[in-house]
């Protein structure tokens, strides 16, 4: 069964830090583009990062670039978006997902395996 499990939300305050990772289990995850999405209560779902197959290619939100880093250890079969100096309008709950097309750019229609999410809540 493919699976994408999302872990390392939380509760963190203005100016923070927090790691997603994104594990993939029963398909080998460096045969896809990994993408980063997010959905904040009432909008629809952003692409907040994407990286290629090789991970030559990486695409950033201009709302997070700067702050956020994506990254793929395919030995762990895991991905993972760094995120620092987080604001409040980073509340959202973040998916991974998996795209067939190595190339895949940072929309969601182009992502074929998703994550369940997992929510990040940036308050004082």
């Known amino acids: 069964q493919l699976q994408l499990v999302e872990s390392g939300g939380g509760l963190v305050q203005p100016g923070g830090s927090l790691r997603l990772s994104c594990a993939a289990s029963?398909?080998?995850?460096?045969?896809?583009?990994i993408g980063w999405f997010r959905q904040a209560p009432g909008k629809g779902r952003e692409g907040v990062s994407c990286?290629?197959?090789?991970?030559?290619?990486?695409y950033y939100a201009d709302s997070v670039k700067g702050r956020f880093t994506i990254s793929r250890d395919n030995a762990k079969n895991t991905a993972y978006v760094r995120m620092n100096d987080l604001k409040p309008e980073d509340t959202a709950v973040y998916f991974c997902?998996?795209?067939?097309?190595?190339?895949?750019?940072?929309?969601?229609?182009?992502?074929?395996?998703w994550g369940q999410g997992t929510q990040v809540t940036v308050s004082s």
């Open positions: 029963g398909f080998t995850l460096d045969y896809y583009a």
């Open positions: 997902a998996a795209s067939t097309d190595t190339e895949a750019g940072c929309h969601d229609y182009e992502y074929d395996y």
């Open positions: 990286i290629n197959k090789s991970g030559t290619n990486t």
